[in-house]
C-alpha cells in the first residue's frame, strides 16, 4: 500500500471556496486502489503553509506527496514542472502578508524541479478525460511558495519521498459570469486519482519522453 498526501488550501482572495481542497477531499474519501490518501488543508498563508505541510509529512510519513492550489482562469489540472525560490506576492495572503522578492528559503537554491513523473501523471489524467497539462511556472503566491517548500522538504529530510504540485481550475459556483473555464472538483478528483495511480508505478527518476513543452 503506497502512503500518500494531499494536500489543498483554505479559500483566499475573499472566495468562499477553494476547489483545491475540495478535490483533495475527495480523492482521500474515495481513493484509488491500492494507494492510502491522506488529505490536509493548508492555510493559505506565508510560512505557516510549509509549517503546516512539515507537520503532515511527520505525521503522514507518506511515499508521495500532491500538493494543490487554485489557479483561476487555466482550463484543466497543471502539473507543475518546477518551483522557484521567490515570494513576490500580487495580493496579500489571508494573514495580510505580501512579501515582495523575499525568498521562500534563505540561501537555498534557485529552484526545486519535481519529483513526480509530470508527463506521465498528464497523460494519465488525459486518459480518463480530464484536460491536463505541464505547467513551467506555479506563480510566485503561495503556491509557488508550497511547491519550493515541499521540494526543500524533500531534499533536505526526506530524501525518500517524491512529491510534486499541481494547479486546478475554478470550481463552477466560483465563475459567476459564465464564461471563464471551470471544472467540477469531482471530474478533478477523478483526474488526480488516474495521476496519483501513474506516480506510484512509475520508477523513481522516469518518466514519459514526450514533448510537453512550451514556445512561451
Known amino acids: 500500500m503506497t502512503r500518500v498526501l494531499i494536500t489543498g488550501f483554505a479559500p483566499f482572495g475573499g472566495e468562499r471556496v477553494n476547489p483545491s481542497w475540495q478535490a483533495a477531499s475527495l480523492v482521500a474519501a474515495e481513493p484509488p486502489a491500492g494507494l492510502a490518501v491522506t488529505a490536509v488543508e493548508l492555510p493559505c498563508v506565508f510560512g505557516d503553509s510549509l509549517d503546516a505541510l512539515r507537520e503532515a509529512v511527520r505525521t503522514v510519513e507518506p511515499d508521495l506527496v500532491l500538493c494543490l492550489g487554485q489557479a483561476g ?3 484543466g489540472v497543471t502539473v507543475e514542472r518546477v518551483g522557484i525560490n521567490v515570494d513576490d506576492a500580487r495580493i496579500p495572503d489571508n494573514a495580510g502578508r505580501q512579501p515582495v522578492d523575499e525568498p521562500v528559503v534563505a540561501d537555498g537554491p534557485a529552484a526545486y524541479f519535481s519529483t513526480l513523473p509530470v508527463k506521465a501523471c498528464v497523460a ?6 480530464v484536460p491536463a497539462a505541464v505547467s513551467n511556472t506555479a506563480g510566485t503566491f ?3 511558495h508550497v511547491a519550493y517548500g515541499l521540494g526543500h522538504l524533500i531534499a533536505t529530510e526526506h530524501p525518500h519521498v517524491r512529491g510534486g504540485f ?11 459570469d459564465g464564461h471563464a473555464p471551470a471544472l467540477p472538483p469531482a471530474t478533478v478528483a477523478h483526474g488526480l486519482r488516474a495521476l496519483l495511480t501513474a506516480a506510484a508505478r512509475t520508477p523513481a527518476g522516469q518518466d514519459l519522453k514526450v514533448t510537453e513543452g512550451a514556445t512561451h
Open 73 to 75: 482562469g487555466r482550463p
Open 124 to 129: 494519465a489524467m488525459r486518459g480518463a478525460g
Open 142 to 144: 503561495v503556491c509557488n
Open 166 to 176: 499541481a494547479h486546478v481550475p475554478w470550481a463552477p459556483e466560483q465563475v459567476t
